[in-house]
């Protein structure tokens, strides 16, 4: 996988671009949002798979830059920057980020999240306004044991028989099984399902993920890992 690593140190680009590559990443290395953006253009060849973000760069901040990314192409943003405040979080994932770490971080599970928004995302550097991708056949629906989830018409079911959920229910369970196994914080989720902050929805939040428990009649599917967030257990890792 092509990965566009955005870094204006470069003495942390060379170490993380040495481990990205020992791991079967080609690397490409742009020290500010120019250079990156410059990068992303659809004439500068095969597209990027992923592409880690720093916030502090020298040219011009990264949360102009993902919000320009996201004018260019579909590939999914990892923001990867020092500022662990929630306000900055949520601001990055509302404007387009697709998962923020913090440093310092685990480089183990920097490529976890690689791995995990680049499977459930579909790279297209179509302009906006642009001619979609054609596609061929339906949308197959999202699969996890006898837990069925099909996108396009909103219909869930376990062992073939529907279940009724409503918006943010269906909204909820979509998020977290477009990447099972992977922790979402309680912030991102609020930010992505209710497009609002954290402040005065925690409640809400616990409200929703225990009526999905009881209507799905699955308990152990959604985790709760405690003081982080929440994540839906495959049937293969139980």
């Known amino acids: 996988m092509r990965l566009l690593l955005v870094e204006d140190d470069n003495h942390v680009a060379a170490a993380l671009s040495a481990v990205l590559a020992r791991h079967g990443f080609s690397v490409t290395h742009a020290r500010n949002g120019d250079e990156a953006l410059q990068a992303l253009l659809p004439d500068k060849g095969a597209p990027f798979g992923v592409v880690l973000l720093d916030l502090g760069l020298p040219d011009q901040d990264g949360f102009e830059v993902c919000g320009r990314i996201r004018k260019l192409t579909k590939t999914p943003v990892i923001m990867v920057t020092a500022r662990s405040d929630v306000r900055s979080r949520i601001h ?12 310092p971080y685990d ?13 459930r995302t579909v790279v297209a550097d179509t302009p906006p306004g642009g001619e979609e991708p054609a596609t061929e056949g339906p949308v197959p629906p999202l699969r996890l044991g006898q837990l069925a989830i099909e996108l396009l018409t909103r219909q869930v079911s376990v062992a073939d028989t529907v279940v009724s959920l409503t918006r943010k ?3 909820l369970l979509a998020l977290l099984a477009q990447r099972p196994g992977v922790v979402f914080r309680r912030e991102q989720i609020i930010s992505e399902v209710w497009r609002t902050s954290w402040e005065g929805t925690g409640r809400t939040l616990e409200v929703h993920i225990a009526s999905l428990r009881s209507k799905l009649r699955m308990p152990a599917l959604i985790e709760t890992v405690r003081g982080v967030g929440y994540r839906l257990v495959a049937p293969a890792d139980r």
Not at 92 to 103: F, I, Q, R, S, T
Not at 113 to 119: D, E, F, G, L
């Open 92 to 103: 990055g994932l509302n404007l387009g980020a697709d998962d923020y770490v913090v440093k």
């Open 107 to 119: 480089p183990m599970e920097l490529l976890a999240r690689i791995h995990a928004v680049s499977r």
């Open 169 to 171: 229910e269906f909204d």
